[in-house]
């Protein structure tokens, strides 16, 4: 993770999710890119209406809304904080604006947003077709220790490997802990005792395929570094659960039907 950046409308959920990105972005101590898309209306290419106001000068009434939204919501414009206008429409501008590296965060629903849906048309497209990792902030901090858990679909597949790698990151830099879940459907041919045995051997042939392999990058936490400490610790019927017997704060999960 080499920057965050975050998208705001001036709406309620992008200043929380400024609010959320300012926080880890300190944590972490990487930079973060305030970023709001402009576009002139469609009604202004009408015969009559008075001269449009110049690209340039929209990018700069743009970053200075955006200095004075952070100004507002933070108490002031951090060092680490810089505005950035964009041309076009919102989730066009914003996938332009993140890279492999990036980490975008965003509201659940901007300014055009129903009341009752539980994710807007921009954050959704950005959550389908972004190459980074995205965040929709629905708190003002992001997770800390003690009862905040943060909880990675797990697969096998090297999307979720890649979404454990940035979970793992945002629990060392959060104190949060790190549940890997795993879960798959039981055949209905078959019954106890044969269905608790197999899914006690596959959940622990998978999570010692996770701890032996982790990730494929070279950020994998150092910290989570497999060792023969690592021992298994409470087994519902059904499901088994996973964690480590020293410090790192991470641990894995399978069940057949419901996170228990």
């Not at 044969?194 to 010692?208: D, N, S």
Request: aromatic share 6%; glycine share 10%.
């Amino acid at each position: 993770m080499k920057e965050l950046v975050v998208g705001l409308d001036g709406s309620r959920d992008s200043r929380r999710a400024l609010r959320w990105a300012a926080a880890l972005a300190d944590r972490a101590a990487v930079p973060l890119r305030a970023i709001e898309a402009w576009s002139y209306p469609a009604l202004t290419v009408v015969p009559g209406w008075s001269e449009l106001v110049s690209p340039s000068e929209m990018d700069d009434r743009t970053v200075d809304g955006i200095r004075a939204l952070v100004a507002s919501e933070l108490g002031e414009v951090p060092a680490f904080v810089t505005a950035e206008a964009r041309r076009g429409p919102a989730a066009r501008a914003i996938l332009g604006a993140v890279g492999p590296d990036s980490v975008l965060v965003l509201g659940s629903r901007g300014r055009g947003g129903f009341a009752g849906l539980l994710l807007g048309s921009v954050s959704r497209e950005c959550i389908e077709h972004a190459q980074c990792p995205v965040v929709i902030a629905r708190e003002d901090d992001p997770p800390t220790p003690g009862d905040t858990v943060i909880l990675v679909g797990k697969d096998g597949s090297e999307n979720s490997a890649r979404a454990l790698e940035w979970a793992g990151t945002v629990g060392q830099l959060t104190g949060a802990a790190v549940v890997a879940a795993y879960v798959w459907q039981v055949t209905s041919a078959e019954v106890k005792p044969q269905l608790h045995r197999r899914l006690r051997a596959e959940a622990g042939a998978t999570v010692e395929r996770w701890l032996i392999r982790g990730p494929s990058s070279s950020s994998w936490p150092s910290a989570w570094t497999p060792s023969s400490s690592w021992s298994a610790a409470g087994a519902p019927a059904g499901s088994e659960a996973w964690r480590p017997a020293a410090s790192p704060a991470i641990s894995s999960a399978t069940a057949p039907r419901r996170w228990r």
